[in-house]
């Protein structure tokens, strides 16, 4: 079956380490995304692919950083930079973004202690 | 102000009940998606409707694009029912998803 996988769906890491979070698709999508969640607020972009090797910043990019070597894989990691790092992280993929159906992950819970 | 706005941010209803959930929006967009989030927190495309109307099981959703507004219906609620429902759109000059903050639905049998 076609789908969005993001691993793992707990994560816990000490203050002051990078941690990355995996999504992987096997959709053949061109597009991929990843959105924080806080409670209380909608999901906002942190960072969006179009194509392999390109990426570009959403609206609240500092902190993060991602590649996109393969065009499955959107992998995120959240670094020490990140002031406020525990929140829910969810992952998407489209054929292309806003006008076609959008596929989530079910999400990565990432908690810094 | 947010570019989508949803109402009511938290309904609950017995089972059985006629559902309506809101989404309106400023922008211009290619699309409106309709999602759903469970308590564990993984997200389900509904819907995806750029005019009209689209009826799937239980659920309606249809979409204004004059008025900027959208609704989500569901007949004969269930508790399964019971979810986050969240609006997006695609914005037509930026191509990007802009969320709704949800809302909270919660059916009791």
């Known amino acids: 079956d076609g789908g969005i996988t993001q691993s793992p769906k707990y994560l816990f890491r000490k203050e002051g380490q990078n941690v990355t979070l995996s999504c992987e698709q096997n959709l053949n999508h061109d597009a991929m995304y990843w959105y924080r969640q806080d409670p209380g607020q909608g999901l906002r972009l942190i960072y969006y692919s179009q194509i392999v090797n390109d990426f570009q910043k959403g609206d609240i990019a500092e902190g993060y950083s991602v590649s996109r070597e393969k065009k499955e894989s959107f992998p995120l990691t959240v670094t020490s930079a990140q002031k406020n790092p525990t929140a829910f992280y969810l992952c998407?993929?489209?054929?292309?973004?806003?006008?076609?159906?959008?596929?989530f992950g079910q999400g990565t819970r990432l908690t810094v202690v | 102000k947010n570019e989508v706005e949803q109402s009511p941010q938290n309904l609950t209803a017995q089972e059985g009940e006629f559902i309506t959930i809101n989404c309106s929006y400023s922008v211009g967009i290619s699309a409106l998606h309709w999602l759903q989030q469970h308590p564990g927190g993984g997200i389900v495309s509904l819907f995806m409707l750029s005019s009209g109307k689209k009826k799937h099981g239980r659920l309606i959703a249809t979409i204004n694009i004059q008025e900027k507004h959208s609704s989500l219906h569901i007949t004969a609620s269930h508790p399964r029912d019971s979810a986050v429902y969240i609006c997006?759109?695609?914005?037509?000059?930026?191509?990007?998803?802009?969320f709704g903050t949800g809302t909270r639905l919660q059916v009791f049998p």
């Open positions: 997006a759109v695609g914005s037509y000059n930026t191509d990007k998803l802009i």
């Open positions: 998407a993929s489209s054929a292309r973004q806003g006008g076609t159906e959008a596929f």
